[in-house]
């Protein structure tokens, strides 16, 4: 499975979207691109996932580039229980057994 | 729908003993893993089962066992507990099929003296 860079931290202001930047320059075609977050010290929490079209859901959007090196999260409404660890994962989905979750970006919402 | 069950939830032990964390899933999924979380480190993969009677290791397998010997459990066991693994363990299951969401307990917080 491909690794994930991620930023080690982002503050982002209650209200505004919250954009998470992953980048996985050595991602394969077959690879999806997934993403949780792990709120205080609870079980980590599946957000959203995408191959290569965005991707949205009730929780958030998923914008994947062209060359599928890179992908932002998008929170469009940051509220402070949004305040949590992101991670973003690469795995070929269903055949692909293994989460390398990495350390993550630790998103403060701040009031 | 309990989902993923994790117990105990909080262990402490001493350095040589033994003890076994269980997990235990009510959804039917075919895998089934083990993490480790330490401070700094994110989430590390110890072991995981994509079937009874399947185990594979993952990243950091040393000084853990497990086994699958039904679908609903997946226990973690520690033969000789160490310092080093003072941490928090999660268990997580999901489809082997679909999108493969993982699911997760609520961890287990051990502490080795």
């Known amino acids: 499975d491909a690794k994930t860079t991620q930023p080690p931290s982002m503050d982002c202001a209650e209200g505004r979207a919250a954009n998470l930047p992953c980048n996985h320059s050595t991602i394969s075609g077959n690879e999806y691109v997934y993403w949780y977050r792990q709120i205080h010290s609870q079980g980590p929490q599946y957000i959203i996932h995408g191959l290569k079209n965005n991707e949205t859901n009730e929780m958030a959007s998923l914008i994947i580039t062209e060359d599928r090196k890179s992908s932002t999260l998008i929170l469009p409404h940051a509220t402070l229980r949004d305040t949590a660890v992101y991670y973003c994962?690469?795995?070929?989905?269903?055949?692909?057994?293994?989460?390398?979750f990495g350390t993550g970006t630790s998103l403060t919402v701040i009031p | 729908n309990a989902g993923v069950t994790q117990t105990p939830k909080f262990q402490v032990l001493k350095t040589g003993q033994s003890m076994t964390l269980q997990c235990a899933q009510d959804?039917?999924?075919?895998?089934m893993s083990w993490y480790r979380q330490d401070p700094g480190m994110g989430l590390r993969l110890i072991h995981y089962s994509v079937g009874a009677g399947i185990t594979d290791q993952g990243e950091v397998p040393n000084g853990y066992n497990v086994s699958r010997s039904t679908t609903e459990d997946f226990p973690l066991r520690l033969l000789s507990a160490a310092p080093s693994q003072t941490s928090v363990y999660f268990c997580?299951?999901?489809?082997?099929?679909?999108?493969?969401?993982?699911?997760f307990g609520e961890g287990s917080r051990l502490t080795v003296l």
């Open positions: 997580a299951s999901r489809q082997l099929l679909n999108t493969g969401e993982l699911f």
């Open positions: 959804m039917n999924h075919e895998y």
């Open positions: 994962i690469v795995r070929v989905s269903n055949t692909g057994n293994q989460f390398y």
